[in-house]
């Protein structure tokens, strides 16, 4: 039973998007592993910006600072 999880900035991921982040996921353990789409399971989460950081720093600061 695979359990995928992804996470992104909360930064208005459409449920279009989510929903092929889900196909494409199971899709690939699918065709690379032979995981069977109906166990794979798939969880998005979604971190506030000032949660997730890079180089030192949070997004939240990056992005106020344009870079």
Do not use: C, H
């Not at 998007?17 to 899709?27: M, N, P, Y």
């Amino acid at each position: 039973m695979p359990y995928i999880n992804i996470r992104v900035t909360d930064e208005g991921v459409t449920p279009q998007q989510k929903l092929a982040l889900i196909e494409g996921a199971t899709d690939l353990l699918s065709r690379v592993l032979d995981k069977d789409p109906a166990t794979t399971f798939v969880i998005i989460d979604e971190v506030p910006t000032d949660n997730w950081g890079v180089d030192r720093d949070s997004v939240a600061n990056r992005r106020q600072r344009g870079k």
